[in-house]
């Protein structure tokens, strides 16, 4: 008897197809689930069938039930089906995953050592919260202001948490602008995949379980404005969006006062101040407050 079955995330019911290869009639009586899977996936359009020798049917369809919200969470389980026939149990193994990538940005892949093969990145706060709730997005890449025809760069990465390899399909990257002269440049280079590291990738298209793939994209601009654009990654199971935006300037930046002084100052300790810094851009000037940290030991 060949089985065919599968779950995934992508929310559709896959059909289990039987096919008879015995040489006498093969009578399908009942199919049993496993109590706690319920909550994970149902069986619909089931009817005891009789199949003779090299017949061939679908026999139920598997669809995943509405407890899974694989918009927010990843998922994966193992389990069987118990099919009861007239000449023995059979046990059917079901696989079920959403198929989703993890999204990591500059600040995480850059230090690849802040994350380990064991455990998966929890979703940000950002993604099950509304826009009024947050004072940005976290999963936005923002490269800041940059001078005028100076590269900014940033690292992309996907992970994949799935037990399956998850095919790259199309990848590509754009800006949305109206300028016809120093129009900004959008560069993305893909990196490679491999273990959760930055050193040795290989190039690929597909990404292996529990590896990832990393991008890195360069923008540049040669007029003063304000850009976005996005990023986009496409799978079988996704389109994954992620925006981006930069700013162009010219300034500099200069503090507004000559010295710093230190008050109370003792031997292996940090001691901060509040200062003034003013930033001119396009011949404007405004005030930044900061902080700045001091380990130095006065030997005076």
């Known amino acids: 008897m060949d ?4 779950e995934s995330g992508g929310g559709r019911g896959r059909p289990l197809v039987v096919r008879n290869h015995f040489n006498v009639p093969l009578s399908i009586t009942n199919i049993s689930v496993p109590e706690n899977c319920s909550r994970y996936f149902a069986i619909e359009n089931f009817r005891p069938v009789v199949l003779q020798p090299n017949d061939e049917r679908t026999l139920l369809r598997i669809r995943r039930t509405a407890s899974i919200d694989d918009r927010h969470h990843q998922f994966t ?3 069987s089906l118990r099919l009861a026939t007239n000449i023995s149990d059979y046990e059917l193994p079901v696989l079920g995953y959403s198929g989703r990538l993890e999204r990591l940005l500059s600040p995480t892949v850059r230090d690849a050592s802040l994350l380990t093969p064991t455990g998966l990145v929890q979703p940000q706060k950002m993604m099950v919260a509304s826009a009024d709730e947050t004072d940005g997005d976290p999963q936005e890449l923002d490269f800041g202001v940059l001078p005028i025809a100076t590269i900014g760069e940033a690292l992309v990465a996907f992970r994949n948490p799935n037990p399956i390899p998850i095919p790259i399909i199309h990848w590509k990257g754009a800006i949305t602008s109206e300028a016809a002269v120093g129009a900004p440049t959008i560069t993305v280079i893909l990196r490679g995949c491999g273990p959760l590291r930055l050193d040795g990738l ?4 597909t990404v292996q379980p529990g590896e990832w793939i990393v991008y890195q994209i360069s923008v540049q601009s040669g007029t003063i404005d304000s850009y976005q654009g996005r990023f986009t990654v496409k799978t079988d199971y996704e389109e994954i969006v992620t925006p981006l935006r930069f700013t162009t300037a010219v300034g500099e930046l200069h503090l507004m006062r000559e010295r710093l002084r230190f008050d109370d100052c003792f031997p ?5 101040f509040v200062g003034k810094v003013g930033v001119t851009q396009q011949s404007s000037e405004r005030d930044i407050y900061g902080t700045a940290q001091c380990g130095l030991i006065d030997q005076g």
Do not use: L, Q, W
């Open 268 to 272: 292996v300790s940090v001691t901060r």
């Open 202 to 205: 290989v190039f690929c298209h």
């Open 3 to 6: 089985k065919e079955e599968e």
């Open 77 to 79: 389980y193992f389990t």
